[in-house]
């Protein structure tokens, strides 16, 4: 005879919030992308802060065309972050496709999904991580080919910079792009450099690897540099106001 299961159910509990009990923060990510994770994961590391992605379908290809295909995904990937629970911030994880798509749009795809969210994307951190770091004259770099480049750097002059000198390393591939390592882009900026006024350096793309570096190399050179993932990470903590300190990633983790 097989004795009868005790089942005690409804016993009492309590609850805490520690995980995001500061901070709860939202990025969709692109599917082709090796990259954000591991930079965000390196810059920010606070107690409390909590970072939650979503993958959007996309080419890994960039081109404007592939760039425009993310429009209608954006808001049904990110209702995939957290289902029925809210975020502080919510972030499109794309330079390229926020340029293309401009940020108006982007926001709104957004909000579709978290209406309580702050939103932002690369771009859009960018130029406020600009402002804050008082820079009007910026150095670009970008992997993209020239359909890309012209409306990179249209877009950052329609918000009020001068680009003095901009680079590209023409690939469109965002596997390749994500393995491009430090030193081939250190050598490039310091190329960049050599005959151009900048008051900051950054580079675009979420893919490419720099994060990391940006306080080694800002010392090299004695400006402040930034790239997609960088600012993206730093705009997301002040936005969620989280305005802690952090000099080890750079100047613009001190503002």
Known sequence: ????????????????????????????VLASDYTIEHEFRHMISIPG???????????PQITPETLRAMEPL???TAELILPG??????????????????????????????PEAATTNPAHAAFEAFRALGAKRIAL???????????????????GFEVPVFGSFNEPNDPV??????????????RMLEGADADAVFISCTSVRIAESVAEIEAELGIPVTSSNHALAWHCLRLAGI????????????V
């Open 177 to 190: 792009v994500a393995a491009i390592d430090t030193a081939s882009l250190k050598s490039a900026i310091a």
């Open 1 to 28: 005879m097989v004795a009868e299961t005790l089942m005690i159910e409804n016993l009492p509990f309590k609850t805490e919030k520690v995980i995001a009990s500061r901070a709860r923060i939202g990025i969709v």
């Open 243 to 254: 305005d802690d300190k952090l000099p080890e990633n750079g100047r613009l983790f001190a």
């Open 85 to 114: 629970d809210t975020v502080d911030v919510l972030a499109f994880a794309c330079t390229s496709a926020a340029i293309v798509l401009g940020t108006p749009i982007v926001a709104e795809k957004l909000k579709a999904a978290k």
């Open 141 to 159: 770099l970008t992997p993209y080919e020239k359909p890309v480049n012209v409306m990179v750097q249209q877009t950052v002059e329609e918000a």
């Open 49 to 59: 802060v909590d970072f939650y992605h979503a993958r959007i379908a996309n080419s």
């Open 74 to 76: 954006i808001t049904r």
